[in-house]
């Protein structure tokens, strides 16, 4: 629990919540006024509009997004309140506004904090309109308030400049801790496999986040020039994170089979679990000391734990008379394979952060790394291209415009004291999609209600000013902490935070409660009716264009691990971006389907085969990730032509999957005849080869080995794309 609770004190989110709520606490009281607290609370609104913009990442990138949003807060601030009171210009150019701050949002993760920031700054902008005298102090408070938090973040940023890169690792090593503690899970009588596996999508869906996070970031801070102590860590880490990832996910077992093989000897299973539990447990006390900034020593020893269970098997074998040419011996040899070089990947890991890692090892290796990462463009093409209905980001756009439109109108209409409020709800509920919405809006309401209750209660028992100051304090930075990670929780510290302030400003807190209880009703409200009914983005809309995305992925890594088969050798860079594409674009489909759910039922249409067709794109991808991570380890025969037509069969059945999905793909039909011959008699005229070859005992075993895994991939593969192909023609 202690060890928890360093963890969670350590994390990017509360740093930044520290960033936030000091450069708020400075800010106020630098320019705290007790005659008039207007421009404290601006400067300390203008720092407070800048920080979702504040994201790690090129140090240059950063400084320019945090200096362009400094100067557009008070730009558009001041341009709707000098026409506010001129409403139907006004109205134009509110619409405007909101409409491209949405807009923007399409050009990737800082484009949309970007949006998100000016959509606030939109809500906020025009607070004082009653007071035209003080506009143009007010946007320059707010320029200074900006100009601030730049500063506040650069001097964070030269305290611990590599802070955020290291976190990000560290998640990265504890989360896929967690999947291998899911696939040790997996060799128990008693486990539940269908649900296991959709956990493990579920992490593989964060563990890909991560592995981008980090590229982008050694990408654009020029890491692989090596030119730093901490950028081969990172460097050696990213790629052993990579490497454990894709000997899981090509290694899959048939758990029943190996339990009731072991059966005689029940511990042996026992023990192999052992050690694939402390597989994950070794990654999750790297990640601990990592976050803890402890020096690293291992504890216990895998390789021992490792030998001792070979031993054991061994002696399990030779008891039970079975051959090492038995095919079950065969199954076994692989699936110690596995644990063996996991056991080198996750070693050579834990060396990365006991500070063995030199440049020597690292020199032309990972030259190529910026052509893993997908830099976001910002073309005007890609602008013009979405100014149309069949885009999300276009419907969302129109969306939010209306929705804002409608929310001020109520607010002007019926004389809301602080209509800014709805509109501020609507900003931060309302998401292209139906079921984000919803759930946020229910965690909002709920949040709002509990933080404003304890708020009160708190005004009502505490008399002491300095105490609500603390408490006040200690609640913004809770808020601004759990808004990322818990958003119910972040609103109840929010509102505490603000009842708070305003019981400490004035004499009329409870009033204001009432009011944002009522203003965030009326936002929530809006903002849920027209997600549903104003040109709503249905999931159901998109999930078909992420299985071809996954389709078309997987036929390309299919095709890569054909021509690595064929030429052999260190696998290419298109390869190995061919790999990460298919596994990314498996993630996204989970995701997706993940999200399709949370949607009403009339609208979750094909959601059995959907499931289906995500889990079967995921083995298959593991079958193709196991015939190559084979290859790279092992020297293996000339490919055969049988190999050759089982994976064109393949690659066939997924373009036919594709023309019952009504996308264009390449077939060609007349493998089809020649595969089922060459495929039902290739197994026993590869065992007849093998047998007849005038080799040593051990290559023997290699060549049955590499025959064995191969040819029943190939056969698995066949198969997982036949019932791809057969339920996309179901989904016609």
Same mark, same amino acid.
């Given at each position: ?22 450069? !708020? ?21 203008? !720092?407070?509009?800048?920080?979702? @913009? ?47 701050? !949405? ?162 000897? !029940? ?22 000391? @990592? ?87 910002? +073309? ?94 200690? +609640? ?97 860079? %298109? ?79 997924? %373009? ?23 495929? +039902? ?25 590499? +025959? ?25």
């Amino acid at each position: 629990m202690f060890d928890k609770l360093i963890i969670k004190f350590g994390d990017n989110q509360f740093y930044n919540a520290i960033k936030i709520t000091f450069t !708020a606490i400075v800010a106020f009281f630098v320019f705290y006024d007790a005659a008039d607290f207007t421009a404290a609370f601006t400067v300390t609104l203008g !720092a407070l509009l800048c920080a979702p @913009i504040d994201i790690s990442s090129n140090f240059k990138h950063k400084v320019i997004g945090l200096l362009l949003v400094a100067f557009l807060i008070p730009i558009i601030s001041l341009s709707l309140t000098y026409t506010y009171q001129y409403f139907f210009v006004f109205t134009i150019l509110f619409c405007a506004f909101i409409f491209l701050s !949405a807009f923007i949002s399409l050009f990737g993760h800082r484009a949309n904090l970007l949006s998100f920031t000016l959509l606030l700054t939109i809500s906020l902008s025009f607070i004082h309109h009653d007071k035209p005298e003080i506009l143009l102090t007010n946007c320059l408070y707010l320029l200074l308030g900006g100009l601030f938090y730049t500063f506040v973040s650069i001097l964070f940023y030269f305290i611990k400049p590599n802070r955020y890169i290291n976190l990000e690792v560290a998640e990265c090593i504890e989360i896929t801790g967690d999947y291998l503690n899911l696939r040790a899970a997996l060799w128990t009588n008693s486990a539940d496999r269908e649900k296991i596996s959709r956990q493990l999508l579920e992490k593989q869906i964060r563990i890909n986040e991560l592995h981008e996070h980090i590229r982008e970031y050694l990408v654009y801070n020029k890491a692989y020039t090596l030119n730093s102590n901490n950028n081969r860590k990172q460097l050696v880490a990213l790629t052993s994170l990579v490497e454990i990832l894709e000997l899981a996910m090509a290694n899959t077992f048939n758990h029943a089979e190996f339990i009731d093989f072991f059966k005689n000897d !029940a511990s042996i299973v026992t023990e192999y679990k052992t050690l694939a539990d402390n597989f994950a447990y070794t990654l999750k006390r790297l990640a601990f000391h @990592i976050k803890t900034n402890k020096k690293y020593h291992s504890k216990g020893s895998l390789v021992n734990d490792f030998k001792k269970l070979k031993q054991k098997i061994n002696t399990f074998l030779t008891d039970q008379n079975i051959s090492v040419y038995d095919e079950k011996a065969v199954h076994i040899n692989n699936l110690l394979f596995y644990a063996d070089k996991q056991i080198e990947k996750i070693k050579g890991l834990e060396r990365v952060y006991k500070e063995r890692v030199n440049a020597d090892e690292l020199r032309g290796k990972y030259k190529d790394l910026e052509k893993f990462f997908t830099p976001e463009h910002y +073309s005007f093409k890609t602008f013009t291209n979405h100014l149309n209905f069949k885009s999300a980001t276009f419907r969302y756009s129109l969306r939010i415009t209306i929705t804002m439109l409608m929310g001020l109108l109520i607010g002007v209409f019926f004389k809301f004291e602080n209509a800014y409020w709805i509109l501020l709800t609507i900003v931060v509920i309302m998401r292209p999609g139906y079921g984000l919405t919803k759930q946020r809006s229910a965690h909002r309401v709920i949040g709002t209600l509990i933080g404003g209750i304890l708020g009160i209660i708190a005004l009502i028992f505490i008399d002491s000013n300095l105490v609500l100051s603390l408490l006040a304090i200690v +609640s913004m930075l809770l808020g601004f902490w759990f808004s990322a990670t818990d958003y119910k929780v972040g609103v109840t510290f929010i509102t505490i935070y603000i009842i708070l302030i305003y019981g400490l400003l004035t004499d009329n807190a409870e009033s204001h409660l009432i009011y944002r209880i009522l203003d965030t009703l009326v936002g929530a409200t809006l903002a849920f009716l027209a997600t549903r009914f104003l040109w709503p983005s249905w999931e159901l809309q998109s999930v078909n264009s992420y299985l071809e995305n996954t389709l078309r992925a997987i036929k390309f890594y299919i095709v890569e691990v054909k021509y690595y088969y064929i030429k052999k050798g260190e696998p290419a860079t %298109s390869y190995k971006i061919a790999r990460k594409n298919a596994f990314i674009e498996v993630g996204n489909l989970m995701a997706s389907f993940q999200r399709m759910i949370q949607e009403p039922k009339a609208k979750q249409i094909n959601r059995a085969e959907l499931y289906e067709l995500t889990i079967l794109n995921q083995t298959l991808v593991s079958c193709a990730a196991s015939i190559g991570t084979y290859i790279q380890f092992h020297k293996t025969s000339e490919a055969s032509k049988a190999f050759k037509l089982a994976m064109d069969y393949t690659n066939n059945n997924l %373009s036919q999957a594709l023309h019952n999905l009504n996308v264009d793909a390449d077939l060609n039909t007349d493998t089809n005849e020649d595969y089922y011959i060459s495929i +039902s008699e290739l197994k026993s005229i590869r065992r007849k080869e093998v047998d007849d070859l005038d080799i040593d005992a051990q290559l023997k075993i290699q060549k049955l080995e590499e +025959s064995q895994l191969i040819i029943d991939q190939l056969i698995f593969m066949s198969n997982l794309s036949e019932k791809i192909e057969k339920l996309t023609l179901k989904m016609k």
